[in-house]
């Protein structure tokens, strides 16, 4: 079966600062890897996701995340934080099978404080 | 990528009674998914509803608990039946707007039981 880990529930740091959140995955099969951000009173959007190909993947808002395979990790990156980016994230992965079937981490709130 | 309305966006209910969650999408779309996110949790999927047929549901969800309707391909209704404080959570429903793991995510229902 598998399962997401998102090791921080939260991470508060610093405008202009750099951020990496956590994600490892576990599946005995292939997968897709997702990030999702959730802004306050709002849907899920999708930042970015791993289907294939380069392990660095490059989303919206200046968000990165590189598929490491060997150490069964999604971390997400972005260099320089602004104020706008306190949400929280979410971790998701899907093995293609069924449809829809994602399942997700239970997220690390992002707190940018000034 | 598709615009999902979901409605209501939150509501309080006594423990007993039941509430009937909509979404309507802007376009067609064949699979129309719905989660639940408990307080601190991560996102797990309910079930799965196709049009003219009746919906696929997950370990642990029974359709008496939670009946779907989807009449035709742009909208569907969850109804969290029977409330108990239990099921007070957030309730979110999704569509797949490309062919490529794109997931639409509409912007939840926040639900407590009292």
């Known amino acids: 079966a598998q399962s997401v880990t998102q090791l921080d529930s939260q991470v508060p740091v610093f405008e202009e600062a750099p951020v990496e959140l956590r994600c490892n995955y576990s599946?005995?099969?292939?997968?897709?890897l997702f990030w999702y951000v959730q802004y306050p009173n709002q849907g899920l959007q999708l930042l970015l996701k791993?289907?294939?190909?380069?392990?660095l993947v490059k989303g919206i808002n200046g968000f990165e995340a590189e598929f490491n395979k060997s150490q069964t990790s999604f971390h997400l990156r972005k260099p320089s934080v602004h104020i706008s980016d306190t949400a929280e994230y979410f971790c998701?992965?899907?093995?293609?099978?069924?449809?829809?079937?994602?399942?997700f981490g239970k997220g690390t709130k992002l707190s940018v404080k000034p | 990528s598709a615009v999902i309305s979901q409605k209501p966006s939150r509501d309080i209910c006594q423990r007993g009674t039941s509430l009937t969650i909509q979404c309507q999408v802007d376009?067609?779309?064949?699979?129309m998914f719905w989660y639940r996110q408990q307080p601190g949790q991560s996102l797990t999927l309910i079930a799965t509803?196709?049009?003219?047929?009746?919906?696929?549901?997950e370990s642990g969800f029974v359709i008496d608990k939670f009946p779907i309707s989807r009449p035709n391909l742009t909208f569907s209704t969850l109804t969290v039946s029977n409330m108990s404080p239990e099921d007070s959570s957030i309730y979110l429903c999704?569509?797949?707007?490309?062919?490529?793991?794109?997931?639409?995510f509409g912007s939840g229902t926040r639900l407590t039981v009292v």
């Open positions: 509803a196709n049009q003219g047929s009746e919906a696929t549901y």
């Open positions: 998701a992965v899907s093995d293609g099978g069924s449809q829809g079937n994602l399942i």
């Open positions: 376009s067609q779309v064949t699979m």
């Open positions: 791993y289907l294939s190909g380069s392990t």
């Open positions: 599946s005995s099969v292939s997968v897709y």
């Open positions: 999704s569509v797949e707007t490309d062919n490529n793991y794109g997931y639409t």
